[in-house]
């Protein structure tokens, strides 16, 4: 695949990936409202940051982290448990609490400033990675939009490693043809809380081809996207009228002695079926020899 070939697929990828963003996008999250109503449902845990406000007593109103074991402390109540509940169920619990023994219709406002214990992170070819906080239900294309979308280098595979309740790292791979060009919904998974989303960075090579083709020259090619002797003949703009299709060479150095090898090949056999198409690797250098006739 040469540059130009590899970046207009780059783009496509990137089109698509933002079409499918907007289609795929849950229909809450699409407004304010509907992100308010997730920010409701989420379920606070160990490190958010929380903004407290008591209308009735100012004093009181602080912004808290939440410890590790699930609690904060606050001024006359203590330590109070906020492990896995909902903003609007913390928000009763305090007024319950003041309540009882300290103000009457105590009303009590907490916002979420950070959340902290329901993340994903994405490393590898995309724009920005980093730890991206998970508001409600967030698939695998919202997080990898946030992080501003793939590379150019980016593999034809994403890997989501997710921990399981033993303890134990599951991977699952995502085809990203099959999710970007196919549409195939069910790869565009919902994440869960600490999931890692990983994008490897696909190897560029080379191969050659030189001869009777009408642009020969060097391919770039994507490791995960192989190039075969009749797909490098058709991206080098095809045989001229004069080459012979029956004695072309593909050479071929061992790396790691350095030794080198021909394979003629008679691309009529390849293209009737009768003959394997060969798969090119780096440094391949291919050469239609000119006709004899």
């Given at each position: 695949m040469n540059k130009k070939t590899s970046s207009n697929l780059f783009h496509v990828y990137a089109l698509v990936l933002a079409c499918a963003f907007l289609t795929w996008l849950p229909a809450p999250l699409q407004t304010q409202e509907g992100r308010e109503i997730f920010v409701k449902e989420y379920k606070i845990g160990a490190k958010?940051?929380?903004e407290i406000k008591v209308f009735e007593s100012p004093e009181l109103s602080q912004t808290v982290r939440v410890s590790e074991d699930g609690s904060i402390s606050l001024p006359l109540l203590g330590r109070i448990e906020v492990q896995g509940l909902t903003k609007d169920a913390v928000e009763a619990k305090l007024a319950g609490l003041l309540?009882?023994?300290?103000?009457?219709?105590?009303?009590?406002?907490?916002?979420?400033?950070?959340?902290q214990s329901q993340q994903v992170a994405v490393i590898g070819a995309v724009e920005v990675?980093?730890?991206?906080?998970?508001?409600?239900?967030?698939s695998l294309l919202q997080v990898i939009?946030?992080?501003?979308?793939?590379?150019?280098?980016?593999?034809?595979?994403?890997?989501?490693?997710?921990?399981?309740?033993?303890?134990n790292t599951a991977t699952i791979t995502i085809d990203l043809k099959d999710l970007l060009l196919n549409g195939n919904q069910r790869l565009n998974i919902p994440l869960m809380p600490n999931?890692?989303?990983?994008?490897?960075?696909?190897?560029?090579i080379k191969v050659y081809v030189f001869g009777e083709v009408r642009n020969p020259g060097a391919l770039l090619v994507k490791t995960s996207e192989k190039i075969t002797l009749l797909q490098a003949i058709a991206q080098a703009g095809g045989t001229?009228?004069?080459?012979?299709?029956?004695?072309?060479?593909?050479?071929?150095?061992?790396?790691?002695?350095?030794k080198e090898t021909e394979t003629r090949v008679n691309i009529k056999d390849v293209i009737k079926g009768k003959k394997p198409d060969i798969v090119l690797r780096e440094g391949d250098v291919v050469y239609v020899p000119e006709s004899i006739f």
């Open positions: 958010d940051l929380l309540e009882a023994k300290y103000l009457k219709n105590a009303q009590v406002s907490v916002f979420i400033k950070e959340y990675p980093g730890t991206y906080e998970l508001v409600g239900r967030m939009s946030q992080a501003g979308g793939l590379k150019e280098n980016a593999s034809n595979e994403i890997l989501v490693l997710r921990e399981g309740r033993s303890g999931d890692v989303v990983n994008v490897p960075v696909d190897q560029i001229t009228e004069d080459a012979s299709k029956s004695r072309i060479v593909v050479k071929r150095k061992d790396p790691s002695t350095g």
